[in-house]
């Protein structure tokens, strides 16, 4: 098949991570005679510096004709102008929106060769693999706000919710459950918030249409206890934006590393294949403290990769490949360094990529 796929390398390590990942789609098509076409454009704090403006319509207008969009990472210290009118992250924000995509799904599967990466104690991590779900395009991140402002007095911002914004979204999780261990956990704040109240009487009639799931509502300061004491018990967690943004970096470290953690997000604009316009993105940040010194590890970026061929390719065998792959090398001992412990060798990002590469010729 032919697809188009739009990068946006983005900032800080961003740039070096996808180059890992393109070069193991590269490789997928020569092994499945495959051609993807790459389209590289600007988006964050590089398009800040270039164009004046985090998000360029060439950007959206570009993505919008893709049949899938990559990610890195955008953001970075020199951005960080609380006075400024524009930060890298607008960019996420807006192209998040612009294609609607309404849905961010966040596995978090613990490779058991990483299991003493990791901070909590093995016994409690066996077995652990959930898919979060987060909503992506309203609650805090996009309602009604007010900037402080020079004078710096007074500030807010809104969590609102429609009844149509929670049921896809659930809906969306529901299914996915069905076809995992049919197990669901809608998370929310209903003993305080309205918006929560409002989350939780949506996800109860949405889950009534699927008897078969075994349905829990967890209050979201409860989850994020119950994510370290049980974590093996969950398979998939729903969740509102600001919730499953909290809630996925703290997942993260069940899996080893923010370095492992690919996403994808998805909405309802189709591509020329008649499947999702996703995004797919490592959940990790720029991590400017890094870049440029090719330690960064891109093994969340390739299973990103993993994930785009399987939702917005239908490539279900070659995105298994990729994820095959990645446990070979695992398994072999490759390490970057935040997933390494003592006595370990310790592998580039570059060397990395290159062993990925070798496992799938
Ligand atoms: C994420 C990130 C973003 C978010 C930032 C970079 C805007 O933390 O994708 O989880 O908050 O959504
Ligand atoms: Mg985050």
Same mark, same amino acid.
Request: aromatic content about 0%; overall charge neutral; cysteine-free.
């Given at each position: 098949m032919e697809a188009k796929i739009v990068v946006l390398d983005g900032d800080g390590i961003g740039p070096e991570v996808t180059a890992e990942a393109v070069k193991i789609l590269d490789v997928v098509g020569e092994r499945f005679g495959h051609t993807f076409h790459y389209d590289h454009q600007l988006m964050g704090g590089c398009a800040i510096d270039e164009l004046g403006t985090s998000l360029p319509d060439e950007t959206v207008a570009a993505a919008k004709a893709a049949d899938a969009v990559l990610l890195g990472a955008v953001g970075g210290p020199k951005w960080d102008i609380p006075t400024a009118p524009d930060r890298p992250e607008r960019g996420i924000l807006g192209i998040r929106k612009a294609l609607e995509l309404f849905a961010n799904l966040r596995p978090v599967k613990l490779n058991e060769q990483l299991i003493e990466a990791s901070t909590i104690k093995p016994d409690v991590l066996a077995g652990t693999d959930m898919l979060v779900i987060r909503e992506l395009t309203g609650g805090l991140y996009f309602g009604p706000r007010k900037e402080a402002g020079e004078e710096g007095f007074e500030a807010y911002d809104t969590m609102l919710y429609t009844r149509p914004e929670i049921e896809r979204v659930v809906r969306l999780a529901a299914d996915a459950a069905m076809g995992r261990r049919k197990k669901l956990a809608s998370v929310d704040k209903a003993n305080v918030l309205a918006s929560g109240r409002l989350w939780r009487r949506v996800a109860t009639d949405v889950l009534a249409e699927y008897p078969e799931l075994e349905v829990e509502h967890v209050l979201v300061d409860s989850m994020a206890m119950h994510l370290i004491r049980r974590p093996a018990s969950f398979d998939v967690i729903v969740s509102n934006n600001m919730f499953g943004d909290i809630l996925t970096d703290e997942a993260s470290m069940l899996a080893? *590393?923010?370095?492992m953690l690919p996403s994808a997000s998805l909405g309802d604009l189709k591509n020329s294949h008649g499947l999702p316009l996703g995004l797919y993105e490592p959940?990790?940040? *720029?991590?400017p403290d890094i870049a440029g010194q090719g330690i960064a590890n891109p093994l969340a970026a390739v299973l990103s990769v993993a994930m785009l061929l399987r939702h917005s390719l239908g490539l279900a065998d070659e995105a298994q490949a990729i994820e095959d792959a990645v446990d070979a090398v695992l398994d072999e001992g490759a390490r970057t360094g935040d997933i390494a412990h003592e006595g370990v060798e310790v592998v580039s990002t570059q060397v990395m990529g290159d062993l990925v590469a070798e496992k799938l010729e």
């Open positions: 080893g *590393s923010m370095g959940i990790h940040g *720029s991590a």
